[in-house]
Antibody
Framework: EQVLESGGGLVHPGESLRLSCAAS????????MAWVRQAPGKGLESVAS????????SQAGSVRGRFTISRDNSKDTLYLQMDNLRSDDTAVYYC?????????????????WGQGTLVTVSS | QSLLTQPPSVSGTPGQRVTISCTGS?????????VHWYQHVPGTAPKLLIF???NRASGVPDRFSAAKSGTSASLAITGLQTEDEADYYC???????????FGTGTWVSVL
């Protein structure tokens, strides 16, 4: 199984960008998916996650109201719409297929990761 | 500020055993949330090592083991090898934030 991110690049503060993640090798609609980022010199940070059917799982407070996670199960593709970007959003953004099945959400983990796509927000 | 605290670095010589702690609280590990561990070699995709507290992911050698107790968890690497040099992160779910959280990360260096 594989996930492949695309759509990163250099943008100015306040601009928008949409990341895509193409999945293959597994039944995409059966699994929750997530975006995770790593800013330069920093650790991993969960950005947002979504259930297999497109329901909300989680979203980081730092991106609430600016970023929207969505998926198109007919295209086996995950998206991250990023609006009003700030310099502290600069990071490598990873797409990941989640594992675990539990109603509480307390068991989910990140089973398969992509190579990441770099987003740079700078004036 | 991360809710899961790890030591910034640990080191060992080839063949030694090293452990990495992951300290949480009553709103995450102590609330029954599972703990998972990842290995991240800079410039590559992070790799799942351990899921659901103590289960090795496919292809992960049995030199890697993990445990969870109370509000903490730990990862042990026995028979340390040069290819184990990487960042290691724990991950769990915080019931107060209702979000997935990562530990602060630990760099393992093989001397």
């Amino acid at each position: 199984e594989q996930v492949l991110e695309s759509g990163g690049g250099l943008v100015h503060p306040g601009e928008s960008l949409r990341l895509s993640c193409a999945a293959s090798g597994f039944t995409f609609s059966s699994f929750a998916m997530a975006w995770v980022r790593q800013a330069p010199g920093k650790g991993l940070e969960s950005v947002a996650s979504i259930t297999g059917s497109g329901g909300h799982l989680s979203q980081a407070g730092s991106v609430r109201g600016r970023f929207t996670i969505s998926r198109d199960n007919s295209k086996d593709t995950l998206y991250l719409q990023m609006d009003n970007l700030r310099s502290d959003d600069t990071a490598v953004y990873y797409c990941a297929r989640m594992g675990g099945f539990c109603s509480s959400g307390q068991c989910y983990y990140l089973k398969s990761w992509g190579q990441g796509t770099l987003v740079t927000v700078s004036s | 500020q991360s809710l899961l605290t790890q030591p910034p670095s640990v080191s060992g010589t080839p063949g030694q055993r090293v452990t990495i702690s992951c300290t949480g609280s009553s709103s995450n590990i102590g609330a029954g949330s599972d703990v998972h561990w990842y290995q991240h070699v800079p410039g590559t995709a992070p790799k799942l090592l351990i899921f659901l507290n103590a289960n090795r992911a496919s292809g992960v050698p049995d030199r890697f083991s993990a445990a969870k107790s109370g509000t903490s968890a730990s990862l042990a690497i026995t028979g340390l090898q040069t290819e184990d040099e990487a960042d290691y992160y724990c991950q769990s779910y915080d019931t107060r934030l209702r979000d997935y959280i990562f530990g602060t990360g630990t760099w393992v260096s093989v001397l």
